[in-house]
């Protein structure tokens, strides 16, 4: 079976960092995508790995231990406007993405 | 980068009518098109998939003659919810992938409520 684990939900303070874990177990691997999801919107792409590693960009950074099965996305300098769901999701080839549960993350002052 | 429309972007029908939702790819062709089902506080829950000139393939638990999926060209296609019920009301997302490419590019949604 597939199976992709995040939190439910996270809180974190402006300016501050926050990263977000992702850990999968899925028959066949060939990348994991992170998506960020506002309330009522559709997703939007934020990164994609494939191979181990850091990718930075901007102010997040997306890293994959595919070793580990484990993913996280670091968001840095936190903005009020970063408070959104924030969906990891693995791609196995030519079949559908596999998506988690998502993670909400609430942004305070 | 690649844009997906979806049309119409909320919709609210009658109990028993049936709702026509359109998805396209504007600047791409599409091999690949996804129907996506999310309720209020709740991940995505894939419907099913189409591929142009296929017939869609639908995920368990999801009535294909009730969710009517058509993909006639590789920029469009269309989910039919047949005789509507107030559950059916829900968030109803599309995405579209292209040949060599294992990303996905959402449409902006469409939003129906069945009353």
């Known amino acids: 079976g597939q199976n992709i684990d995040q939190p439910t939900e996270m809180t974190a303070t402006e300016g501050a960092i926050v990263q977000i874990n992702c850990t999968y177990q899925?028959?066949?691997?060939?990348?994991l995508f992170w998506y960020q999801q506002h309330a009522g919107e559709a997703p939007t792409f934020l990164s994609y790995n494939v191979l181990d590693g850091l990718e930075e960009k901007g102010r997040f950074s997306s890293f994959l231990s595919r070793s580990k099965g484990y993913s996280y996305l670091l968001l840095k300098e936190l903005q009020m406007k970063d408070s959104a769901s924030y969906l990891c999701?693995?791609?196995?080839?030519?079949?559908?993405?596999?998506f988690g549960k998502g993670t909400r993350l609430s942004v305070i002052a | 980068g690649a844009v997906v429309s979806q049309h119409p972007s909320w919709v609210i029908c009658k109990s028993g009518t049936s709702v026509k939702i359109e998805c396209r790819s504007l600047d791409f062709q599409a091999t690949t098109m996804f129907w996506y089902r999310q309720f209020p506080k709740q991940s995505l829950m894939l419907m099913a998939t189409s591929n142009e000139g296929s017939k869609a393939t639908y995920e368990q638990g999801v009535e294909k003659d009730k969710f009517l999926i058509n993909h006639a060209s590789l920029t469009l296609s269309t989910l039919t919810v047949t005789s509507a019920h107030p559950e059916d009301s829900s968030f109803y997302i599309c995405?579209?992938?292209?040949?060599?490419?294992?990303?996905?590019?959402f449409g902006p949604g469409t939003r129906l409520t069945v009353t």
């Open positions: 999701a693995v791609s196995r080839g030519n079949t559908p993405l596999v």
């Open positions: 899925t028959s066949g691997f060939n990348g």
């Open positions: 995405s579209a992938q292209w040949v060599n490419s294992y990303e996905q590019y």
